[in-house]
Structure formats: C-alpha cells, structure tokens
C-alpha cells in the first residue's frame, strides 16, 4: 500500500496547469499540498482520485483504495446524520460504527436532519464519511474549511491515530496548520507554461 | 447498489423530494382534456388513449433534471465516482429509482384517470400493460438525458428537447397497442416492439449514462 506519482501533468479545462509532479507517499505519510489560489491543487488532486484524466505522467496506487472529499461534502439535507454516514458506509460495504461518531463529536447529532446542521457541524459530517468508508489513500481538499480550532484539532487527531497510524495515505491540499509532522511539497515550481503541448487544441481552430 | 436505491426512494418521498409532483401534473392534464375538447363522449373514448399516453409521458420527464442535478450540487456525484460502485451501476439504479417513484404510480393512476376520458372498457387492461411495459424506458432514457445535461445551469429544457424525440418509439407502440387491443384487434406486436425498446434501453443506456457522467465530472 503506497502511492507513487511520477512526473504528472494535469489540465485544467484543456489547459495545462501542472507539470512535472513527482511524490512518494508510504503508509502511515501525509503530504501536505501548498501553493497559490489557481495553482492546480484541486485539479491534482482530481487526478490523482481519477475524476479526471492526466495529460502525462503516472499515479499508481492499489486500485478501489482512493477517496475523495472536497469542499462539497455530498450530505443530505433531508436525510439525518446516522442515515447519511449509513449510506455512504454501506455503499462501500461496510457498517456504520459508532466510533467514528464519537471520533467527530457527533453523537448527541446523530437524529438529527443533515439541513439543520451549521456549516462546521455539516463540515464534521462530511469528514466523518471518511472514517466509515475505509479507504486508505484519502485525497483531502481543504478539509478544514469552516471547522473553529477545537474541530481542526479534531480532524488532525483522527487522520494521525486513526488513518495514518493504520498504514492509510493522506495528501491533503489546505492552508491552515493541522499540527500533523508531515512533508509540505510547494506546488508553484510545477506550474506549467502556458503554451505547454498536450491540452492546447489552437491546432485545431 | 440496494444503498444508493434505499437512500433515493427515502429522498424522494421526504420533503422537497418531488415525490407525487408528476403524478398530481397527470391528474391535472387529464381533467383539463375534457374541458378542452368538450362533452362528446365518443370524440373523448376515440382519443383517450393518446392522451393518456401523452400525458404519462410529460409527468415522467417533469422530474427528470432532479435525478442527477441534486447529487451533483451536493458533490455526492464525485464521491459516487470513486465509490466501488461502478457508474454503470448508479446509472442503472437511478433509472430504476425514478421508475418506482414516477413511472409506476402513474401505472397505478391510470385506469383510474381512463374513465375521466370515457376509455373503452375493453382497454383498460392494456392500458395497464403498456404503461407498465412502457415507462421503464422513458425513465432510463429520461436518466440518460440529465446525465448529458448534468452541471448545465437551466439545463431542464435542454433535457427535454433530448430526450423527448427518444420516447417517440414507446409513445408510437404505447398507444397504438391500446388503440388495437380497445378494438379487438391483436396488440400483441405493438406490445413485443414496446418491450423490445425497453429492454434495449435498459442494456445499452447504463454504459451511455455513465459515460455521459464521466465526461461530466472532468
């Protein structure tokens, strides 16, 4: 269980926007994507998920092992939190277990509908839908975005003990500190020129 | 696959879920026929199955567009993606889902709305058949519409200007055969092609729908 990247560009909207993305990740890493608004971050990590192709380049990784999570969580209003970490629990054929509600502060949540949480509760829920899902390479896409401090300290608590101490691989795209001892790779020497080969179709206009 | 049919039907009847809309629009259209067209019975008997099959018809696609828009809002689409549920799978499963929750109570609704159209008693029963036969395939194809349409803004009447020449087969066949079987002639041709389009439909549209997607999530 590993994940290798090497050499990877990615387009975004038919425009190179990364080239040349190298990493290494061993189980139990975390590395910690960096670099400015519209550098690419989400695209790679789009990539990397496989939602989309690469222009270049290769991910590798065991297959039926990656998950994605972005800005939207993928709850349901109209669904309450238990049966919205059931669904996505039981759609990768596992159970939902009350740990993981407790691991997110969830608990005295949990009969509630998912459209009365605030935007940190919902956020906790979203993130939670990692803990059920058991997958052991997480693509993480500002993650904290919405969580106060105690929740941030929360997440980075369940990411050490829970997923990278068990072997699991995050690369995780975020500004804030998460307090995790991991590798920071800055996206900005990646950026493609904007006349790089490969996505441009000028050719044919 | 049960999970994603579960948590669909449970959307669908919770509030906001639009469970029953087209239902109440088929009812609607129904009894503005006769208004329309005026009191002649037999005018009424002559083009009630027509109608009716029309106006199934336009119930079903009233809810296309929510089959994939919501879940692409939400983000639960990309999440879907990198489930170990294949797309093909969701696609067929939201087909089905939107079948038990449009196409088969206006099943149910019909025989029932046929006698606000002064059917021919002899073609209830056919009527009953086709639909049941019919509106799976107005629903996977309708599934393969909103994926093409998905994450377009306004993209419900974009869906029904695709999808609707698509259910000209099943309306042709649909009403043709309660027209002959009304009459005492054999449906059963009319019926078999019905079936066969369903069948393809459900065969091939999956693949088409998922590709349809992953175009869409790039």
Known sequence: MSLHVKDLSVARGGRPVLQGVSFDCAP??????????????????????????????????????????SHADGIKAQLSVT????????VHGGVLDDTVLEDFDLVDLRDRLAGTLSAGQKRRLGLARLGVIGRKVLFLDEPTV????FSVKMFADWLRDKHLGQGGIAVIATHIDLGLEAPVLDLTPYKAAQDAAGGSDEAFL | ????????LALAVRAGGGFGLGLAFFLIVIVLVPFGVGPQAELLTRIAPGILWVAALLAALLSLDRIFALDHEDGSLPLLATSPLPLEAVALVKGVAHWITTGLPLTLAAPALGFLLNLQPSA????????????????????FGAALTVGLR???????????PLYIPTLIFGAEAVRRGADGFSATNALVLQGGITLGVFAFLPFATAAALRVNLR
């Not at chain 1, 994507?33 to 939602?51: D, E, H, V």
């Not at chain 1, 919405?146 to 401090?149: A, N, P, W």
């Not at chain 2, 209830?124 to 996977?140: D, E, H, K, N, R």
């Not at chain 2, 306004?154 to 609707?164: A, I, N, P, Q, Y």
């Open chain 2, 154 to 164: 306004r993209g419900g009447l974009l869906l029904s200007l695709l999808v609707l």
């Open chain 2, 124 to 143: 209830y029963g056919f009527l009953l058949i086709t639909l049941l036969v019919g509106t799976p395939a107005l629903s996977m194809i309708g599934t």
């Open chain 2, 1 to 8: 696959m049960i999970a994603l049919l579960k948590r669909d």
């Open chain 1, 83 to 90: 049966e919205n970490l059931t669904f996505w629990a039981e």
């Open chain 1, 28 to 69: 139990g890493d975390a590395l910690i994507l960096r670099g400015p608004n519209g550098i690419g971050k989400t695209t790679l990590l789009r990539t990397l998920a496989g939602l989309q192709p690469g222009l270049s380049g290769e991910v590798d990784f065991p297959e039926e092992s990656g998950a994605y999570a």
């Open chain 1, 146 to 149: 919405s969580l106060d401090g």
